[in-house]
């Protein structure tokens, strides 16, 4: 598998946040989006999801089962997309049986994905009950319970404790060396090593090698 980001640029009304952006990420590497806040890290995530139309260039994934990066993708967003009167595990298996599995992976049970949150035990709480940093935890189970090749994630560790940055660091580790791919804006390290990084710089990208 290989996502190829070739030549993009992406406008937010009428203006230019960056363009040139060209990178090729192969099965088991991890980039992380670093940038001043405005810099264009969300944008640049929202337009690979499909959710911001690109403004030039494409994006393009290559050997998954679809070469949809939309469909063959997880986005995981500033907001966590569970509805707050709702129970976790119904949150869970409402993304889980909405998102079904794409080829070439299978998702975990929800109990499973509950538990390797670390969050047991609170699976029947409505989900507007727990703190932020729970609930947090449980947006991220959403990439355990169905499976997607990529992982497309904007702050993800934002409002964990360092407990949680530790797991979510091994969820990381663990999608990238069953050969998924994983971009991630943040602001603070995801404590992964070898990961490329893709500063943004406003109007731009420009690349270097990150022990991040
Ligand atoms: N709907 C919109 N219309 C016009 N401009 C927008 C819109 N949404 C965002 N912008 C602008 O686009 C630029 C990039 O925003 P973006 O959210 O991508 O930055 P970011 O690097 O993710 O910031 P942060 O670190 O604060 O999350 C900002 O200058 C922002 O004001």
């Given at each position: 598998?290989?996502?190829?980001?070739?030549?993009?640029?992406?406008?937010?009304?009428?203006?230019?946040?960056?363009?040139?952006?060209?990178?090729?990420?192969?099965?088991?590497?991890?980039?992380?989006?670093?940038?001043?806040?405005?810099?264009?890290?969300?944008?640049?995530?929202?337009?690979?999801?499909?959710?911001?139309?690109?403004?030039?260039?494409?994006?393009?994934?290559?050997?998954?089962?679809?070469?949809?990066?939309?469909?063959?993708?997880?986005?995981?967003?500033?907001?966590?997309?569970m509805k707050r009167e709702l129970t976790v595990s119904e949150n869970l298996v409402f993304w889980q049986d909405f998102m079904g599995d794409?080829?070439?992976?299978?998702?975990?049970?929800?109990?499973?994905?509950?538990?390797?949150?670390?969050?047991?035990?609170?699976?029947?709480?409505?989900?507007?009950?727990?703190?932020?940093?729970?609930?947090?935890?449980?947006?991220?189970?959403?990439?355990?319970?169905?499976?997607?090749?990529v992982w497309l994630l904007d702050e993800p560790t934002a409002a964990l404790d360092a407990s949680a940055d530790r797991m979510f660091a091994?969820?990381?580790?663990?999608?990238?060396?069953?050969?998924?791919?994983?971009?991630?804006?943040?602001?603070?390290?995801?404590?992964?090593?070898?990961?490329?990084?893709?500063?943004?710089?406003?109007?731009?990208?420009?690349?270097?090698?990150?022990?991040?």
């Open positions: 598998m290989k996502l190829h980001v070739e030549d993009l640029a992406a406008r937010r009304g009428e203006d230019l946040i960056f363009q040139h952006i060209s990178l090729v990420l192969q099965a088991g590497e991890g980039l992380v989006v670093t940038g001043a806040n405005g810099s264009g890290k969300s944008t640049f995530l929202r337009v690979l999801s499909g959710l911001l139309p690109v403004d030039a260039g494409r994006v393009r994934l290559e050997g998954a089962g679809s070469d949809n990066l939309a469909e063959s993708s997880h986005y995981l967003g500033h907001r966590n997309a794409s080829p070439g992976g299978r998702g975990l049970p929800v109990e499973v994905a509950i538990d390797a949150l670390g969050l047991s035990g609170i699976g029947h709480l409505p989900f507007g009950y727990l703190s932020a940093g729970q609930q947090r935890r449980m947006a991220m189970a959403r990439l355990l319970v169905a499976f997607r090749p091994g969820l990381v580790r663990g999608h990238l060396e069953q050969g998924g791919i994983v971009v991630a804006a943040t602001h603070q390290p995801l404590g992964i090593d070898g990961v490329r990084e893709l500063r943004m710089t406003g109007f731009a990208g420009v690349f270097a090698e990150a022990g991040y």
